[in-house]
């Protein structure tokens, strides 16, 4: 299971079992599958079951959806840290942190307005302990409104859906001997 995280701080524990900021109509819940994080690329849009800012995008309830189609999120940058399988699970703040320094770093090139500036957040799906020990070393930054407000259409700078070179990059998260 991967999961994912936002700039945004979590709320508290209590509030935390169904909150979904997205008004989701469930009489309009879709039956589709979960989408493995896997198989997305750079400009693939989705849904999620559920989603806490601060918090996992649980994978197992991530639904890819055509871009024209109202949509929750949009993949914009696909990042790989460098630690080859094996290597020990660097932990769940550690993986935060990597995953909101790339998905920040890359947010200005992939949407095209300054992260401060914009009317989109982000968030992100990363390894958790079960995955890291599978080898999986992915962390999907997607955008999504600020309001939670659905987004319709691409989001993206450009609207390729390929993943460029410059946003797929391996970085490690081993820490440096010296």
């Given at each position: 299971?991967?999961?994912?995280?936002?700039?945004?701080?979590?709320?508290?524990?209590?509030?935390?079992?169904?909150?979904?900021?997205?008004?989701?109509?469930?009489?309009?819940?879709?039956?589709?599958?979960?989408?493995?994080?896997?198989?997305?690329?750079?400009?693939?849009?989705?849904?999620?079951?559920?989603?806490?800012?601060?918090?996992?995008?649980?994978?197992?309830?991530?639904?890819?959806?055509?871009?024209?189609?109202?949509?929750?999120?949009?993949?914009?940058a696909?990042?790989?840290?460098?630690?080859?399988?094996?290597?020990?699970?660097?932990?769940?703040?550690?993986?935060?942190?990597?995953?909101?320094?790339?998905?920040?770093?890359?947010?200005p090139?992939?949407?095209?307005a300054?992260?401060?500036?914009?009317?989109?957040?982000?968030?992100?799906?990363?390894?958790?302990?079960?995955?890291?020990?599978?080898?999986?070393?992915?962390?999907?930054?997607?955008?999504?409104?600020?309001?939670?407000?659905e987004?319709?259409?691409?989001?993206l700078?450009?609207?390729?859906?390929?993943?460029?070179?410059?946003?797929?990059?391996s970085?490690?998260?081993?820490?440096?001997?010296?």
């Amino acid at each position: 299971m991967l999961g994912g995280c936002s700039d945004s701080k979590p709320p508290s524990a209590a509030s935390q079992s169904s909150f979904n900021p997205f008004v989701v109509d469930a009489s309009s819940a879709s039956p589709i599958p979960p989408t493995p994080p896997g198989a997305f690329a750079v400009g693939d849009c989705f849904n999620t079951d559920q989603f806490v800012p601060g918090t996992s995008i649980d994978p197992t309830g991530v639904h890819a959806i055509a871009c024209d189609e109202p949509h929750q999120h949009q993949v914009y940058a696909i990042e790989h840290d460098s630690d080859p399988p094996g290597a020990p699970f660097p932990g769940d703040q550690s993986l935060s942190e990597f995953a909101d320094d790339v998905c920040l770093r890359d947010f200005p090139d992939a949407i095209g307005a300054d992260y401060r500036a914009s009317t989109l957040d982000f968030a992100s799906i990363r390894p958790s302990a079960a995955t890291w020990a599978t080898g999986e070393r992915a962390v999907i930054c997607a955008a999504h409104d600020v309001d939670f407000a659905e987004l319709t259409g691409s989001h993206l700078a450009t609207t390729t859906t390929s993943t460029p070179a410059s946003s797929t990059t391996s970085t490690s998260l081993a820490p440096e001997s010296g």
